[in-house]
């Protein structure tokens, strides 16, 4: 076990299953803070800064999201969490499906907010290049400028100005070493199509990013896959749609705490 897991971020709050939120890009723990309140009360959360963000330091400017999802996977059992239920937002669902890949009995459940099993499709890939030569030239403040608002179906939600500021805090190596992690990310399909414990897809109507057909194509993956579509909401489906991003999350941790 490496010494690094001493040094992830996190907060912890209630009594009951262990449940792990991972934030997406440009994000830290407290973009979870209005939402965990809205959850089951016999669950307990641990909202964590990956890497990088927040508080938890980068201990590396070139990796992939497997050595993330390896270090993660480590602080989970020098936790002593048992079978904890895994919540991942974006970047967050693509690291929570590496770390089932690396070691599936961990876990109970999955949750993915506006995250996909695929990888990056070429002009996904040039899309992320253009964007570290952007902040390479401008900065990370210049770029959230139109990235975060743009990830609201109503770019004047009340939740966009803090989504800013998380972003604006982002160092310039975070963000060019996750771009290009996630640019070369490989296809994680088989994690759904072999996965044995409940799994939700949430999407977004209108969402730009994860294409909500794309992820009801992958929930026929396996019968233990749900898929939930936010109605009038884009990428950030927790702020935009919480009462029923809520339901859905409840919903399964409910079929996580009573298998039929």
């Known amino acids: 076990m490496k010494d690094f897991v001493k040094n992830i971020h996190f907060l912890s709050q209630g009594e009951g299953r262990p449940v792990i939120f991972l934030h ?8 979870w803070e209005n939402f965990i309140p809205l959850l089951s009360s016999n669950v307990k959360t641990f909202a964590l800064d990956l890497p990088g963000f927040g508080s938890s330091p980068l201990y590396s400017s070139t990796f992939t999201l497997d050595e993330v999802a390896q270090e993660l996977n480590f602080w989970i059992e020098a936790q002593g969490l048992k079978k904890p239920i895994l919540i991942g937002h974006s970047l967050g669902g693509y690291i929570s499906l590496s ?8 876990f109970s459940g999955l949750i ?12 996904k890939q040039q899309s992320r290049l253009k964007a570290i ?4 030239k401008n900065g990370v403040e210049a770029f959230v400028q139109n990235f975060i608002p743009g990830l609201f179906y109503d770019e004047e939600h009340p939740a966009v100005p803090s989504a800013m500021r998380l972003a604006s805090a982002t160092v310039v190596e975070t963000f060019i070493s996750y771009t290009l992690a996630m640019k070369d990310r490989p296809d994680r399909t088989h994690v759904l199509e072999k996965s044995i414990f409940p799994v939700l897809l949430i999407g977004g109507e209108f969402d730009p990013v994860i294409e909500a057909d794309s992820l009801k194509r992958q929930a026929l993956l396996n019968s233990n896959i749900d898929f939930s579509n936010l109605l009038n909401t884009s990428h950030m489906g927790f702020l935009e749609s919480p009462e029923a991003s ?15």
Do not use: W, Y
């Open 24 to 31: 997406g890009f440009c994000e830290t723990h407290k973009i």
């Open 133 to 136: 030569e952007f902040v390479r």
């Open 112 to 123: 993915l907010f506006h995250s996909t099993a695929l990888p990056d499709s070429d002009a």
């Open 99 to 106: 770390m089932i890949a690396t070691n599936a009995s961990l």
């Open 246 to 260: 809520a339901e859905a999350v409840n919903h399964l941790i409910l079929r996580v705490s009573n298998p039929q």
